[in-house]
């Protein structure tokens, strides 16, 4: 059960375009088209932006995308707004009835 | 509204035991996975377990198996974790959360749990 790997940071100015990987292995993202995405703002729950992939949550909007490479996923903010900033997790099925989650990136919006 | 409220969480000292809640409302639990899923003060997410609809099934993460029962009864629309042999590094904020095609499209608040002396 490792966690998923993300990088701690990413940023962008406001209009641009931002992409976050996650990394996992044949037995979690790689295995299963069940990656999800989650927004977390400070003292907030999180937030289902994105599961499946690359379906997006009732109300999300569309600048938000997901997809999927091999074991890596990736979320892509496009237009970047100041409320986007925020921290972002992935999270996969695993298997056998678990779960994992990334450690998180915390996105700044310039 | 669709809604999830935790509630249970407090100040225990290492090797207590506390019993966290999760209340359902506006929807039926009945028929949902649920989990539990905390996040210490600072860091990041860290799922924790798992209940399939009819309880049959249930997982933990390999941090707390042995020590953490989840457990639900659906005719009160309620979901549980029991924690016992308590530790420093169990203190979080503990969500529980509804499944939705194996990811979690509903949260609650969450409540905090402090394991200190």
């Known amino acids: 059960q490792s966690a998923l790997t993300q990088p701690p940071s990413a940023s962008g100015s406001p209009g641009q375009s931002v992409t976050i990987s996650c990394t996992g292995t044949?037995?979690?993202?790689?295995?299963?088209?069940?990656v999800s995405w989650y927004q977390q703002h400070p003292g907030k729950a999180p937030k289902l932006m994105i599961s499946e992939v690359s379906k997006r949550s009732s109300g999300v909007p569309d600048r938000f995308s997901g997809s999927k490479s091999g074991n890596t996923a990736s979320l892509t903010v496009s237009g970047l707004q100041a409320e986007d900033e925020a921290d972002y997790y992935c999270?996969?099925?695993?298997?056998?009835?678990?779960?994992?989650f990334g450690g998180g990136t915390k996105l700044t919006v310039l | 509204e669709v809604q999830l409220v935790e509630s249970g969480g407090g100040l225990v000292q290492p090797g207590g035991s506390l019993r966290l809640s999760c209340a359902a409302s506006?929807?039926?639990?009945?028929?949902?996975?649920m989990h539990w899923v905390r996040q210490a003060p600072g860091k990041g997410l860290l799922w924790v377990s798992q209940?399939?609809?009819?309880?049959?099934?249930?997982t933990y993460a390999d941090s707390v198996k042995g020590r953490f029962t989840i457990s639900r009864d659906d005719a009160k629309n309620m979901v549980y974790l029991q924690m016992n042999s308590l530790r420093a590094e169990d203190t979080a904020v503990y969500y529980c959360?509804?499944?939705?095609?194996?990811?979690?499209?509903?949260w609650g608040q969450g409540t905090l749990v402090t394991v200190s002396s």
């Open positions: 209940i399939h609809s009819d309880g049959s099934t249930t």
């Open positions: 506006g929807f039926t639990l009945r028929g949902y996975w």
């Open positions: 959360a509804r499944d939705f095609a194996y990811s979690s499209d509903v």
């Open positions: 999270y996969s099925y695993a298997g056998s009835n678990n779960w994992v």
């Open positions: 044949s037995s979690d993202v790689g295995g299963y088209n069940y």
